[in-house]
């Protein structure tokens, strides 16, 4: 793809169009207010130089009329703008910028093509400090109250991505409490914090001043040893908060629904997505500040609760698709196409792509080569279709990106070119090349060559395969009945399927059984006696009680499982199943848990205060220790609701007996989102907050004191700079939450992964959440990762709507990447039976003369009964011996091999 010189001139010239340029391709281009042509007809060049014809002036506004049957808000956030306070010197000091602006510097397709560069002088800062909380738990005008949740973690990842860059750059972190709750977030914090030359400093940082001619700033803070001081860094960067989309009062007004006090859309704790107006609903972060995974989640919750709505609707406006004829070109020479992708700049930054291009036009059998600014672009796609029919290509090399996320899309490209979808191989050159090999762009632009002329040589030996349909059977298999389990199975029923819903127990209801009411004030009892009911009374929801899962085989759209429930064995048939089993709570061995009479943990606290039990309600002091039996090397990760279970219980407590002395003794307070709110307000009723240090964490003993029993809790105060004595009459204790004792077992039972921590593992952090790795098999609720009942509510639906996605279809397709035995290789030697992971494999045939057979249905195509047989009679389709070593073969140049 080449452009003029004179498209670059031109366009340069023009002050209205704003255009980034990689290596003569334009990566985003828009034209603003200030257009001569917009305002006085006066100018055309533009339009003229465009190759594309992508300027189209005479387009007009348009009001449409759409008449549809629910609506998904999914409007957003804004990001904070520091501009509102000089104090941040944002736009006043050069090289103050926000944490949106850095992402565009560390970005390849950013001003300076991934350069860390400061914006004063175009030179590499060496000493970058970030400042967190801007704009977020501060209740001054213009800023937020809530806790934007996402700015910690997004912050390590910059750190990160820094080290990365420039290994000898010095990173500050000026932070109040680091808010790392989500799954594998401690993890993650702990990697940033373990790098050299990086620090994590707990204090509010404030910008001082410009220094001088090196236009560094310098930024004043405290320390508990140090006091005030203040150092000077090359660039700051302030971490931004999330404020609700810009115009959050038109939203409310045109669709008529409720905000709530921040400006996110008002929303209730027992279903988050439904808003105050019946048929519209909110997915994403105007419920309130989110992360991707959660963003992804609820929309598909939002999804499945329009399905509810709609489901009369389903299929009515669904149109099938048609593909041309598939052209039989077994038995042609292969003439192959390649097709190399800049990926914005995340490719042609380091790759040098034009002479790629050049080169895999000369490999051998390749009788085309282009390329592409994004070859997944829709226009793209269509133009790897026509040339294939064009230059009657008979096979495709994608140079881009991983198959995991895209090769489906390729493969139906080939589809529409009429050729077999298996003739397409993928080269990665992005993830195997260009990422890893950022600084190295002469031997990465070679390795990339080399990496596709391996692909050219596989695609050689491609062979057409062919999927079939197997039946979808229509019901759904929910594990566990409780919020999670029951909401899920009551929003797929509601949409027409019929639900097996197992629980170990007696009775529904879960761990939300022990719980009374949360911080949004919900009653959670009378909210569960609700939902169970919903579920008895739905005539396609049967549930099993004291179940137990005693097998599990089948594949995707028709599984079996025997279940042992109330003295009888069953056998359930289904095409779907959820996980949604739930968690434990630890049982601490530490803190005279288990040995004092009033010491409990927070589950147990709640209980006693819904209970009214006068031993809590009538202490005159009360001591809560958070981060017990988390946050350690036992269990590396944070068990997210702790903290606001904490507040909860003091904000009651203070209720109920306003002159009790409530401490807690925290490690970070993670009360995130709008739940920061209820933080401050647990330290205006004087709830006294005291942070302890992980390497000195509290004391407890038992003693006599006033002739009465207390717990005597000793804690340093890193301010006071002394240890602090707390005489408690109750001890409360913020217990980890745990995997279910049975997740290892069911994960056994259904093929699936577990996390390092021992919660279910979903198949992509962001874009797969709730879903396995395991094809027709999806995950929900504490099972996942301890979560909020309104966040498992939220991934309830989604589940729920991911497992519509599949059993609103009749078939579902397997693919024709599957192993196969040839028999008179085969020596009935079973290695092949034990290798595989996923029951496919079994013998067939008289004893004497047994040989393995392959269901393909049950395969996965993974490859390890072909590694393990001993005699090669097993052979992995589009996967072959063949094409193997042709690869292997192609990846050193015949006169580079040494003799």
Not at 278 to 290: C, D, K, L, M
Not at 544 to 568: C, M, P, Q, W
Not at 592 to 601: D, S
Not at 751 to 756: A, Q, Y
Request: glycine content about 6%; overall charge negative; charged content about 25%.
């Amino acid at each position: 793809m080449e452009y003029p010189d004179q498209f670059n001139q031109e366009m340069s010239k023009n002050k209205a169009v704003h255009v980034y340029f990689s290596q003569a391709i334009p990566l985003v281009s828009y034209i603003d207010e200030s257009c001569l042509f917009l305002k006085e007809k006066k100018c055309d060049i533009c339009r003229g130089v465009c190759q594309a014809d992508a300027i189209d002036f005479t387009q007009t506004k348009r009001k449409l009329d759409i008449n549809v049957g629910a609506v998904i808000l999914a409007s957003g956030i804004k990001p904070f703008d520091p501009g509102v306070n000089d104090k941040y010197g944002y736009k006043k000091f050069k090289n103050v910028i926000t944490s949106m602006d850095y992402e565009r510097l560390l970005s390849s397709t950013g001003p300076y093509e991934g350069e860390v560069l400061r914006p004063s002088d175009k030179k590499h800062p060496k000493k970058i400090a970030w400042i967190q909380c801007v704009g977020s738990r501060r209740v001054i005008e213009g800023e937020n109250s809530y806790c934007s949740g996402v700015c910690c973690t997004y912050t390590q990842k910059q750190v990160i991505l820094t080290k990365d860059h420039d290994e000898k750059a010095e990173c500050t972190v000026f932070h109040n409490d680091i808010r790392s709750f989500g799954k594998d977030f401690e993890r993650y914090f702990k990697r940033a914090e373990k790098l050299p030359q990086v620090r994590f400093i707990r204090s509010y940082a404030s910008i001082a001043k410009e220094v001088g001619k090196t236009e560094n700033v310098l930024v004043r803070y405290a320390t508990p040893s140090d006091g005030v001081k203040e150092e000077e860094f090359d660039m700051v960067v302030l971490s931004i908060g999330l404020n609700p989309p810009a115009d959050y009062e038109g939203l409310k007004d045109k669709f008529g629904i409720k905000l709530n006090s921040h400006g996110f859309c008002k929303v209730d704790s027992s279903n988050p997505i439904e808003t105050t107006r019946p048929g519209i609903f909110v997915s994403g972060a105007f419920q309130g500040p989110a992360d991707i995974p959660e963003s992804v989640f609820t929309a598909s919750g939002a999804s499945a609760q329009c399905g509810e709505l709609l489901d009369y609707r389903r299929d009515k406006l669904a149109k099938e698709r048609i593909y041309p004829q598939e052209r039989d070109v077994s038995g042609e020479e292969a003439r192959i196409g390649v097709f190399v992708c800049h990926c914005g700049a995340n490719i042609s930054s380091v790759v040098n792509i034009p002479s790629t291009v050049e080169y895999a036009s000369t490999l051998p059998n390749v009788v085309y080569a282009r390329e592409q600014l994004f070859s997944c672009a829709t226009n793209s796609a269509q133009e790897i279709t026509d040339l294939a029919k064009e230059k009657g290509l008979n096979r495709v090399v994608i140079a881009a990106c991983s198959p995991r996320t895209l090769e489906p899309l390729f493969r139906d490209t080939l589809r529409e070119a009429g050729l077999n979808q298996y003739y397409c191989d993928m080269a990665n050159i992005r993830e195997h090349c260009s990422w890893v090999h950022s600084r190295q762009k002469e031997e990465a632009t070679l390795k990339a060559q080399d990496i596709i002329r391996m692909s050219v040589a596989r695609a050689c030996y491609l062979e057409p395969l062919q999927e079939f349909d197997l039946p979808v059977n229509k019901t759904a298999l929910v594990v566990g009945g409780g919020i999670a389990g029951m909401t899920c199975a009551l929003s797929i029923a509601e949409q027409g399927h019929e639900v097996h819903l197992l629980e170990k127990n007696k009775d529904l209801g879960g761990m939300a059984r022990r719980l009374h009411t949360t911080l949004e004030g919900l009653d959670v009892q009378s909210f569960l006696d609700d939902l169970t009911g919903r579920v008895y009374k739905n005539p396609l929801i049967h549930v099993s009680h004291e179940a137990t899962i005693k097998d599990v085989s089948g594949y995707v759209g028709n599984f079996e499982t025997l279940v042992k429930t109330e003295g009888r064995v069953k056998k359930i048939k289904y095409g779907a199943s959820v996980l949604a089993t739930g968690a434990d709570e630890y049982k601490p061995v530490e803190y005279l848990y288990g040995e004092n009479h009033n010491v409990f943990t927070h589950l147990e606290l709640g209980e006693k205060i819904a209970n009214r039990d006068e031993t809590i309600v009538n202490a005159e002091s009360l001591v809560m220790i958070q981060c017990v039996g988390c946050r350690n090397k036992d269990r590396d990760y944070c068990s997210r609701v702790c903290c606001s279970h904490a507040v909860k219980n003091a904000l009651k407590l203070k209720e109920i007996n306003p002159q009790m002395h409530i401490y807690i003794l925290f490690r970070d307070m993670r009360t995130y989102g709008f739940r920061e709110d209820a933080y401050r307000e647990a330290s205006d009723k004087e709830v006294r907050f005291i942070r302890y240090d992980p390497d000195d964490k509290p004391q407890v003993e038992a003693v006599e004191e006033g002739g009465k029993s207390v717990l005597r809790v000793t804690v340093p105060d890193s301010i006071l700079g002394q240890r602090l004595e707390l005489d408690a009459d109750v001890l409360s204790l913020a217990a980890a939450v745990i995997p279910s004792a049975s997740t290892m077992e069911i994960a056994g039972q259904f093929k699936v992964s577990l996390s390092p921590d021992g919660f279910f593992k979903e198949a992509h952090v962001k874009l797969r959440p709730v879903e396995f790795a395991a094809d027709g098999v999806y995950l929900c609720g504490m099972a996942h990762y301890p979560k909020h009942i309104p966040e498992t509510i939220n991934q309830a639906y989604g589940a729920a709507g991911r497992v519509l996605t599949l059993l609103s279809k009749d078939t579902v397709i397997a693919s024709g990447s599957v192993c196969e035995v040839d028999d008179k290789k085969c020596i009935a030697c079973g290695a092949c039976i034990q290798a595989c992971t996923y029951g496919a494999i079994e013998f067939h045939g008289k004893k004497q003369n047994q040989k393995a057979l392959v269901n393909p249905v049950l395969c996965k195509g993974d490859g390890l009964c072909n590694a393990k047989c001993p005699t090669g009679a097993i052979v992995l389709k589009h996967f072959t011996d063949e094409e193997l070593l042709s690869q292997i073969d192609a990846a050193v140049e015949k006169d580079k091999i040494m003799q």
